[in-house]
């Protein structure tokens, strides 16, 4: 089964207390967008990644990633109003691009045309290939839904609109979910032209009546959201040595 990384990339990083896009902001000489475009381009039996980023910035991604060469297509499109919109803009662009690859393969009796779905956050920009990989495994072996996740190390409360504890769920059976959210692509379009809002893809999937999976995940997939985060993440790429640059073509 051959995949697609559809990487979120529209936020506006207000919370970040950034003057322009989460994803164009730069860590340790790259942008957060690079960082996770870098880890996403290898995942095993890529054929595409779809970047959905900011509409004002539109530019400025496509001349971030131009000139990268990957045997995997790389399309950018228009974010939407909010998340939900902006994956479904990502799945919209799926196949685009794909051309001659598509019938390459189709002449050698494989299926180019992804059915593998992976959606990631580009603000978990250092999410290792490993929890990439752990989560396209379970959906090759069969789960329609699988997620990362780590088991949650505080106690959480259920609290009404006053603020007065309700409940207080067993730790044990709590998790903090992350990204790459994996799910076979025919079952997320649906859920997606269903209808339903969600903050979430697996909880579309959750909404429809399928079981969610939930794979092992890692500290370092933790999303940049506020300058706290920033801080983590210089302090994550120094003390990291230097790599060499990727450089896949962008197709728009």
């Not at 970040?16 to 957060?32: F, H, I, S």
């Not at 539109?58 to 109003?81: K, M, N």
């Not at 999976?213 to 370092?220: A, I, N, S």
């Amino acid at each position: 089964m051959s995949v697609a990384v559809i990487i979120v990339a529209a936020g506006s990083g207000s919370r970040l207390g950034a003057d322009l896009p989460k994803a164009l902001v730069e860590v340790g000489g790259r942008t957060l967008l690079e960082h996770s475009l870098r880890t996403a381009l290898e995942v095993s039996g890529l054929v595409q990644v779809v970047v959905v980023a900011p509409a004002t910035h539109l530019e400025a991604v496509i001349e971030l990633i131009d000139g990268i060469r990957t045997s995997s297509a790389v399309h950018v499109v228009a974010g939407g109003a909010d998340r939900t919109a902006s994956v479904a803009a990502g799945l919209a662009a799926l196949d685009d691009g794909l051309g001659d690859e598509l019938d390459d393969a189709d002449a050698q009796g494989d299926l180019a045309e992804p059915q593998v779905v992976l959606v990631h956050d580009a603000a978990r920009c250092f999410t290792p290939l490993d929890v990439y990989e752990r989560v396209v495994d379970a959906v090759r072996d069969g789960w329609v839904a699988v997620v990362p996740g780590l088991p949650v190390v505080d106690t959480v409360k259920v609290v009404d609109e006053r603020g007065v504890v309700r409940s207080t769920p067993p730790r044990e059976q709590l998790r903090a979910v992350q990204t790459p959210q994996g799910f076979v692509r025919d079952e997320l379009e649906a859920a997606h032209a269903s209808g339903i809002s969600a903050t979430d893809d697996a909880a579309l999937l959750e909404a429809l009546g399928h079981h969610v999976l939930v794979v092992e995940g890692d500290p370092l997939s933790f999303k940049v959201t506020t300058p706290v985060d920033l801080d983590r993440a210089h302090r994550h790429t120094a003390s990291l040595s230097t790599t060499p640059d990727l450089e896949p073509e962008t197709v728009v």
